[in-house]
């Protein structure tokens, strides 16, 4: 039987990404906390990661854009919005995959299916530097959370729980680690942008009140703080805590084994050691 | 309002090398055979770099910074940036206000 045995929520700023790979000083302290990451991921042995995250325009574009979407393709590679970074080949998890959007469309969410894609950067980059081996089989879930109109919170925590329900009842034998991929606070190109730069991050308040409630396990209440409203300040791509509600809809709440934000990045890094 | 044509068009720039190549050598003719068709302002704003205004008629910013990405229509990224906080200085300093608690 399939069953969680870890949680990780994981930034993807493909910028500090390509830092870790070019040796840059200016990312030190990130290619530590990815190193955490990388700790915390190889202790929980894990077959396949099942990881939530949102479409940037590379998959759907804006073109048909499904609110939850799974992918079940056999392998696929990328990052494919980057291609300066390491580029990977990796294994779907289909069979997994398959199951999740049975059980998870049984119980009346409209789990869409992609059968081909590659996949971008909001998966490989932070892959790339705490698993660049790809052992691990990947599932990717795709939450629309740029494009409004976005999910609520509340639908993407029960998302998360019914893709646990649908984990658990799954007969194959896998170690599942889920993930929320994303920040808290970001801006990519609009107006609150910062003064040196294209990007931005808004509300890095935000992003240490809920790295607090990450730390207390107080899930409940972050969902109920994550509105529709505090998203919108903090940035054209702050929806993207919708993959980490998701992520933590997966299992009772509890305080994380490992969170550490960086409130100038807008985002943390924190971990769940499971059952 | 969507401005999905012109959020095609910078989606594009990144996918297809063979039309930002076309940008580049003829933006003008390469924009009116774009699809969909492209509106005469939204046209004329684009090859001006005009992005502040794109963006306030409703272009997707995450798109729309592609151009500076590219280095499109005299665009960098540093002056896409530059123009996009131009047309919302009124809104950057009321939001600057409200984070002093002014």
Known sequence: MASIVGALGIPHNPFTALGIARGDDAVAESRQLYGELERQLDAMAADTLVVFTTDHYNLFFELSVPIFAIGTAQRSSGPSDYPMLPQFEVAIDSELATDIQAAVVAEDFDLGRSQEFELDHTILAPLGVIAPAMERSIVPIWISASMRPIPSAARCHALGAAVARAIAASELERRVVVAGSGAFSFEVGGPRMSEESHVGVPAPDWAIRVSELLASGDIAQLVAESTPDQITEAGNAAGEILNWIAMLGCFDARPASFVQAQRAEGHAYAAWQLP | ?102
Not at chain 2, 45 to 54: H, I, S, T
């Open chain 2, 1 to 102: 309002m969507s401005l999905y044509a012109v959020d095609k068009v910078c989606r594009r720039v990144v996918i297809d090398p063979a039309f930002a190549a076309a940008l580049r050598e003829d933006p003008q003719g390469a924009l009116k055979a774009a699809s969909p068709p492209l509106r005469d302002r939204e046209r004329e704003l684009l090859l001006a770099g005009d992005v502040g205004a794109l963006g306030r008629m409703g272009a997707n910013f995450f798109l729309l910074h592609q151009l500076g990405r590219m280095e499109l229509f005299g665009l960098t990224l540093a002056l896409y940036a530059e123009r996009i906080r131009a047309e919302y200085a009124v809104e950057r300093e009321r939001w600057a206000q409200a984070q002093r608690g002014d």
